[in-house]
């Protein structure tokens, strides 16, 4: 089952339990808006290379659209309406005041100079510059771009439009951008594992956790966890993976990531096989990277007892039914991953307001968020009596059709 599909099973089965009529259901189904690009570039040889862009604008009924730009060779359509869909229903669970969307460039940004990325930022923003904005469309970072991908974006933007620094998040500092926003959704992965292992009893110090993906999110949420005491036995990126069952130095592990980009060759961890890691002996999987790694031909062999999904849509629906049996208890990722976007949310407010926040209200703020959201899901689960994923959903869902509905555009 791709993205799409499962998105769309978990919003009809949320649909149902919240006992939404068919008019209202298909409505929320539908993107506001879909649009595909070309995207034509000289590259630094002097010949022409084109790409596709998408933007998906999937629902505005609670605020301006939002969701991340991503540069990947598998960028395609349905993937990006599912990530579009699910940043809807994610904003609603956050409590913030935005609908979803998504986009991206069908690229390998690691066969691209950085010149090269330049023009084809530009130009992909020159395409679709007249259909997002500040109280429209507000693009962030994804896979494969980052603050200097928004920078672009925003220069560009302006050029048509004047300075308008709250037309992406995910900024330079230098240029807008909030304290915080970096460390946000692996510092947001922290919070939501608190929330949940309180629930239970239990506490960060002395669980140990497995790190699928050392990106931004995964190696902040490292950085963190292993902070507050917890100890990280295994982690992987795209280089390889590694284990040490008496807990990683992460901060030696973030040294040599940073000089070596990547994990592979770090002596205080043995090398072990990167298909391996999900089913690695731990308390807490933390999979931080693509999609669809968890599914029904690994699902049996987890051991952990909790997943906090980092990674956006990283357990298929069979995988789901399969771990539910078990007994492992996970944490969805509309909920579990949703600190970058409510961090996006707090820059959005500065740039609009003109006046910058301090690090340690950006963090306290996200802390709050965070918490009271767990609350929220947590509600959600009694009163449908289901588990936290269709707590999550029933939450987003129900909170975008009360706006749908308020607005008069339900029926």
Known sequence: MNALAATNRNFKLASRLLGLDSKLEKSLLIPFREIKVECTIPKDDGTLASFVGFRVQHDNARGPMKGGIRYHPEVEPDEVNALAQLMTWKTAVAKIPYGGAKGGIGCDPSELSISELERLTRVFTQKIHDLIGIHTDVPAPDMGTGPQTMAWILDEYSKFHGHSPAVVTGKPIDLGGSLGRDAATGRGVLFATEALLNEHGKSISGQRFVIQGFGNVGSWAAKLISEKGGKIVAVSDVTGAIKNKN?????GLLEHTEENRGIKGFDGADSVDPDSILVED????????????????????????????????PTDPEADEILRKKGVVILPDIY?????????????????????WEEEKVNNELRNYMTRGFKDLKEMCKT????????????GVNRVAQATIIRGWGS
């Not at 449908?384 to 939450?395: E, I, N, P, Q």
């Open 247 to 251: 807990g990683i130095d992460i901060l």
């Open 282 to 313: 731990c308390d807490i999987l933390v999979p931080a990277a693509l999609g669809g790694v968890i599914n029904r031909e690994n699902a049996n062999e987890i051991k952990a007892k909790f997943i906090i999904e980092g990674a956006n849509h």
């Open 336 to 356: 579990a991953n949703s600190g970058g976007v409510t961090v996006s949310y707090f820059e959005w407010v500065q740039n609009i307001q003109g006046f910058m």
């Open 384 to 395: 449908h009596s289901c588990d936290l994923r269709m707590g999550a959903f029933t939450l």
